[in-house]
């Protein structure tokens, strides 16, 4: 079993920056282990992978993200970060990380670019 707390949103003008975290408990080799992904979900809209990174530390991004975030992980906090410079309006959501593949998300943390 894997529980994810997600924080660091926050309301933030454009061209800012936030780091969003994603703290993982329970087992430590199921995170190391495994690939994480940030994804949000904006208001009538479907919930979209944002960044991944694998663990090795391989990363992807959306072509909209491309840029201007960047995931990371730092396996020995079990944590995955998400930082995010230059934001754009369009970046408002609700942000998620989720263990690759499984059904263990977090519960996500809003962010709010205001133009």
């Known amino acids: 079993q894997v529980q994810l707390v997600e924080s660091g949103g926050g309301l933030v003008q454009a061209g800012g920056s936030l780091r969003l975290s994603c703290a993982a408990s329970g087992s430590r080799s199921i995170f190391r282990l495994n690939a994480m992904g940030w994804y949000r979900q904006a208001p009538g809209k479907q919930r979209e992978l944002v960044a991944a990174?694998?663990?090795?530390?391989?990363?992807n991004y959306t072509d909209s993200v491309k840029g201007r975030f960047t995931i990371s992980r730092d396996n020995a906090k079990n944590t995955v970060y998400l930082l995010m410079n230059s934001l754009k309006s369009e970046d408002t959501a609700e942000y998620y990380c989720?263990?690759?593949?499984?059904?263990?998300w977090g519960q996500g943390t809003q962010v709010t670019v205001s133009s």
């Open positions: 990174i694998t663990s090795s530390g391989s990363t």
């Open positions: 989720r263990l690759a593949y499984s059904d263990f």
